[in-house]
């Protein structure tokens, strides 16, 4: 169906202490065995990166944080840089999450330094984009959610952007149990891919892996995977338990094989 190798992330949010992080990680490992055809990723706490780092040592699930800061050292109290992201071994980073640009007043330009920070540190960054309930029953969720996508990636080339991972998720289907129908996230997956192909090139807005988020779960994985341009899932609630995360990680593999 695609070339594009599926992605299930996991965000665990602000959630689990060391040791639940590292026994939600130990039952996530055990599924992902080498060679499993869909990327698996889990976003634990900043405090548990380096543990989660040690259970996940040897496995091929990759690990992000949650959020960083685009400078690299400095006066910046409470800011993680991705050097030090780096250091302790992330491989992705999520960035632009709609609870931080609503909570912290994280900006599409922000966006943008973070985007580009992580590249230049080999860190794939899974940016997100995603519209709120006002915004889609006005009709404006293309014009705000392609707005967010062109800001944050605006002065960066194709090169430059390469291992770009989008996460699409409307705000209203984040934490809330209702989920986009597949039909429509994959109008909007479209046309971001299509958007990008107008700003980047389409060859390069081919390969971009553009992921679905607000209310995955183990019943609707399949149907939304099952769309052309849904090429994975950033998971929240159902990422803090394997039993849940497991069987969405099965529906990516099954997209893969599809
Ligand atoms: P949810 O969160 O799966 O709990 O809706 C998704 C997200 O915020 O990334």
């Given at each position: 169906?695609?070339t594009?190798t ?9 959630h689990n202490?060391v040791?639940e992080?590292q ?5 996530v490992r055990?599924?992902v065995?080498d060679?499993?055809?869909?990327q ?7 405090t ?5 780092r040690?259970t996940l ?30 250091d302790?071994?992330?491989t ?7 609870e931080?640009?609503q909570?912290f007043?994280e900006?599409?330009?922000?966006v943008?330094?973070?985007a ?6 080999k860190?794939?960054?899974i940016?997100?984009?995603g ?10 969720t293309?014009d705000?959610v ?6 944050a ?5 194709a090169v430059?952007l390469?291992?770009?991972v989008v996460?699409?998720e ?11 129908k597949a039909?429509?996230a ?5 046309a971001?891919?299509?958007h990008?192909g107008?700003l980047?090139?389409?060859s390069w807005a ?5 992921l679905?988020?607000?209310s995955?779960k ?11 341009d ?6 929240g ?7 849940n995360?497991i069987?969405i990680?099965?529906?990516?593999v099954r997209?893969?094989e599809?």
């Open positions: 169906m695609s594009r599926p992605l299930i992330a996991g965000n665990w949010k602000l202490t040791a992080s026994a939600l990680a130990g039952g055990k599924r065995r060679g499993l055809p869909c698996v990723v889990v976003a634990p706490v900043a548990s990166l380096v543990p989660v040690e040592a040897g496995s091929a699930v990759g690990l992000a944080a949650q959020n960083v800061y685009w400078e690299d050292s400095g006066a910046f109290t409470g800011e993680l840089s991705p050097a030090l992201l780096l302790v071994g992330c992705h980073c999520i960035i632009g999450h709609s931080r640009r909570y007043g900006t599409d330009a922000g943008r330094k973070k580009s920070a992580l590249l230049v540190h860190i794939v960054p940016m997100c984009v519209e709120s309930l006002e915004q889609r029953e006005a009709g404006k293309l705000v392609l707005g967010q996508v062109e800001a990636t605006e002065g960066l080339d430059a390469a291992p770009l996460a699409y409307p705000i209203w289907a984040i934490g809330t149990g209702r989920t986009a039909e429509d994959q109008e909007v997956h479209r971001i891919r299509d990008l107008a980047k090139g389409e081919d390969t971009v892996r553009i679905y988020g607000g995955v183990p019943s609707n994985a399949d149907e939304l995977l099952a769309e052309p849904v090429d994975g899932a950033l998971v609630g159902a990422s803090l338990s394997a039993d995360f069987p990680i099965d529906a990516g997209r893969a599809s």
